[in-house]
């Protein structure tokens, strides 16, 4: 054994701390050069970065439906961009490709008993031998254990906790490394709030779109069991589907993946809750935007949605607040041409609340 | 080339790649971001229409 090694091993067992463990493994790596593993550590990263740097996340785009702008406008806009960062990635695929095919079969041999092999096997045996969840956890929430490591030691990925929404970024990683499957993500999901929905990376959303495993009406129904309101998820679920209903190359899945007629059965859940509760709709303003979007995309019946509205501004119940707010919103509506003005009248002018509102 | 100078150009070629999507990823999320400015701008003024204001 080299000296090298003899250093690294008596570090390694004095390491009490996950970044004292991370130095020596970076330590050990620095000595010997696995250029497979390198290429496709890499090649992961960039990808998965590539993948963050050109997502518009469904906070992104609730944003900018709540404000009255539209998922076709930020695709225009940052189209160039987009592009820049696909022939980035692409570049560097290539370049990475090519510099790996450099090497000699003569050294891939002489790898497969590097240092850095030994010592990572010592680190995997430490965490194996250490039953201490928490710390597992800790180790594994500042990623100081990497991909090939979880590979060898499944007992991690049990232990990652999948409410948090950390270590559903990481399970982005595992997933796309098949580390993970589809079905253990998705128990994650499942186990998750409505709020953090949105932290669910788009490659874990990619990767279940293409292996068509994602049952959006049984996820997005547990969502909205979880909550109080299950007006407030029925809105915020017709918003996320059509989020992803309208993420470039999806649309023509949607037929595939059954999402219509999911988000079919979402609306009659919606229309459940609005008739129960007409005011409780109006006052979910933040929805409107989503519903007229999802209307102009045909997953919500227009006739349907002007009569909820008609119906829930006309409701006696409704405070005078609630109906100002109301009206602004409609107006809103109507200068972004969802509605046209005769509609706004309609709505406005034509139902119980408005003499009371002028009174 | 030997393994060393191989993940040496791996290496450059990576943090390349990453400096640049770092910075193209900055871009993209200041583009969403003053387009919100804008639909805030007109929101505001929409609202102040509908109010009289």
Known sequence: MSMEEDILKRDLSKAETPEAIQEIKQSAEDMGIDIEKLVNERLAAISTKAEVAETTTPGQVAQVESMGGSMDEIEKRTEGVDQKIGEVKAEARERIEKAQGEQSPVEVTQQKESPADIALKQIREKLDADKDLRQNKVVIDNKLVDIAEITANPDLVKQIDWTRPASLKTAGSLLESGVVSSKEVLKGIAKLQITVLEDIPMVILKRLKEENSLDFTQTLESMIEKNKSGLNDSLLAISYVANIVRMPGWGAATSKLGLKDNILKIRDKFVESSNKDPEAMIRTTEGLPALFDASERKLVEREDLMRWLKDGMSSEDMNMPTFRLSVRKILDLESRGKISTEEAEDIIKNNPNYQKYLG | ?53
């Open chain 2, 1 to 53: 080339m030997t393994p060393e100078e191989q993940a040496k150009k791996i290496e450059e070629i990576y943090n390349d790649a990453m400096q640049k999507l770092e910075k193209l990823g900055g871009e993209r999320k200041e583009i969403i971001r003053s387009y919100i400015k804008e639909l805030e701008v007109q929101k505001v003024n929409a609202i102040r229409a509908s109010l009289g204001l």
